[in-house]
């Protein structure tokens, strides 16, 4: 069956731009993860949404950073005003329940020049 | 807060050699814990897991015991070869009431020699 999906796979963009980053579960998760795997931080957190519950935000490194999931299934995370230190992969996951296996998309590379 | 060690890379090896990733932890309450792994080019994927003290997660000759006394949670497989060539992380996921976020070691490149 269809994994969890993630566009683009990489995306340039210069310092000071806004990008959105999408992630497509696994039909019928309810639980969705981000993640940002880079050199200087290795893997770490981001924000958790579960059903209708209040997303869990608290790895999110700034304000720049938000994200959202609409209608229970797609989810966007969105950076403003990039800066350099945000060029990672960032990975998206999903559970059918929390707490669950998680299944990891393939992840979006982020260059920020 | 929680936090996950597990040796440094990257790990070089002839095929059929024994395989040891030392991963230590530090959580509170009793985590589930993991090890995924990350092929070249693909994403990671669950290797193997336990919930609970004493148990063996094991998955394709790799195996790993919840030693609570130690807070451990060693990689070993008795016999490697070339297609174990990868990224491996250790990660552990605190009690439900502290969220269901993985928290990840560093990661530790293995490299399988022919």
Redesign the interface.
Known sequence: GA??SQSPSNKVTEKGKDVELRCDPISGHT?L?W?RQSLGQ????LI?F?GNSAP?K??LPSDRFSAERTGGSVSTLTIQRTQQEDSAVY?C?S?LA??????????TRLTVT | GNSVTQMEGPVTLSEEAFLTINCTYTATGYP?LFW?VQYPG?????LL?ATKADDKGSNKGFEATYRKETTSFHLEKGSVQVSDSAVY?C?L?GP?AA?????????TRVLVKP
Do not use: C, H, I, M
Request: glycine share 22%; no cysteine; hydrophobic share 30%.
């Open positions: 994994g969890v639980a993860y993640y290795g893997l770490e957190f958790y579960q869990d608290s790895g990975l996951a559970s929390a707490p669950g296996e998680q299944y990891f998309g393939p992840g | 589930s995924y693909e994403g990671l994927q669950l897991k992380f990660a996921r439900e969220g269901n976020k993985l928290t990840f070691g560093g990661g």
